[in-house]
């Protein structure tokens, strides 16, 4: 079964609006990413939050993880209509084994 | 390259031909792993190199499904007697070993199998 599972599966917000997504996950991890999609093709690396780490900033993102709760929140701030696109968690559990996507977030921000 | 370099960009095949895709990593990237997303759907994992050796080949669907990587850099996914429900985006990425670093991804390669 799938380590990283987001929620919301759809997300739909006005431009200038915060969006949040969640994933939560099931074992004990080294790090977790997050990654956009754009139609359906290669996914690009957002930014990495390692299990020592509780909040990381980059830009208007903003990510947060709680070990204790297997969870971790993506907060982009002040979203623009090209922000639109489908959003993956992934979950690094040592160094030596590969990463395990969940089943993303669609957002759709609308101008 | 400056990327990930995948080939074809789309495939179309007939139903029980042989497929093969080519992944070309990031120099130096010594990780390597290949993913499957029907439409709309997640990533699914296929199977995973580290340098020319396959330390998880759990997520290969069939025995149909076969990968090789050599010389540590440029990697193979041959699907052998595609099926229909083989069609999907076949996604590449590479990323260096110490796994504390982001993946960088291909933009794929589409097949569809008639």
């Known amino acids: 079964s799938q380590q990283g599972e987001e929620d919301p599966q759809a997300l739909s917000i006005q431009e200038g609006e915060n969006a949040t997504m969640n994933c939560s996950y099931k074992?004990?991890?080294?790090?977790l990413q997050w990654y956009r999609q754009n139609s359906g093709r290669g996914l690009v690396h957002l930014i990495l939050?390692?299990?020592?780490?509780r909040e990381k900033h980059s830009g208007r993102l903003r990510v947060t993880l709680d070990t204790s709760k297997k969870s971790s929140s993506l907060l982009i701030t002040a979203s623009r209509a090209a922000d639109t696109a489908s959003y993956f968690c992934a979950t690094d559990l040592s160094g030596n084994t590969p990463l395990v996507f969940g089943k993303g977030t669609r957002l759709s921000v609308i101008a | 390259g400056a990327g990930v370099s995948q080939s074809p960009s789309n495939k179309v095949t007939e139903k029980g031909k042989d497929v093969e895709l080519r992944c070309d990593p990031i120099?130096?990237?010594?990780?390597l792993y290949w993913y499957r997303q029907s439409l709309g759907q997640g990533l699914e994992f296929l199977i995973y190199?580290?340098?020319?050796?396959?330390?998880?080949k759990s997520g290969l669907p069939s025995d149909r499904f076969s990968a090789e990587r050599t010389g540590g850099s440029v990697s193979t996914l041959t699907i052998q007697r595609t099926q229909q429900e083989d069609s999907a985006v076949y996604l590449c990425?590479?990323?260096?070993?110490?796994?504390?670093?982001?993946?960088?991804f291909g933009q794929g390669t589409r097949l569809t199998v008639v």
């Open positions: 990425a590479s990323r260096t070993g110490e796994g504390v670093a982001g993946a960088f």
């Open positions: 939050i390692r299990s020592n780490e």
């Open positions: 074992t004990s991890i080294n790090n």
């Open positions: 190199f580290q340098g020319n050796s396959a330390p998880d």
């Open positions: 120099s130096g990237h010594t990780a």
